[in-house]
Nanobody
């Protein structure tokens, strides 16, 4: 059974930093593309960053240069380092896993329950 558990969310001041973690279990972590999404109140869920099985990273434009996604296959964990945080980064941050075969992402998406990040001004 797939489990994704996010942690690290907190209240932080503008300009501060946080590191989110997503601990995975129940599947072969190294064969899955891992992503972070976020959803602010009244807004749709949006992609923050993705890391593929070969370590290739993809970022939403507004996060480039401020956020860094990484993975530790030995620990079955994906991280999101967030720097220079802004009030508009306030959201629930979710971890997502999807199996990767070659360059294709296949099968169903698995989601965690999310962790709240609040950036005060």
């Amino acid at each position: 059974q797939v489990h994704l558990v996010e942690s690290g969310g907190n209240v932080v001041q503008r300009g501060g930093s946080l590191r989110l973690s997503c601990a995975a279990s129940g599947f072969t972590f190294s064969t899955y593309a891992m992503s972070w999404y976020r959803q602010a109140p009244g807004k749709e869920r949006e992609l923050v960053a993705r890391i593929l099985t070969d370590g290739t990273t993809i970022y939403a434009d507004s996060m480039k240069g401020r956020f860094t996604i990484s993975r530790d296959n030995a620990k079955n964990t994906v991280y999101l380092q967030m720097n220079s945080l802004k009030p508009e980064d306030t959201a629930v941050y979710y971890c997502k896993a999807v199996q990767q075969m070659g360059t294709l992402l296949i099968g169903r998406n698995y989601w965690g329950e999310g962790t709240q990040v609040t950036v005060s001004s």
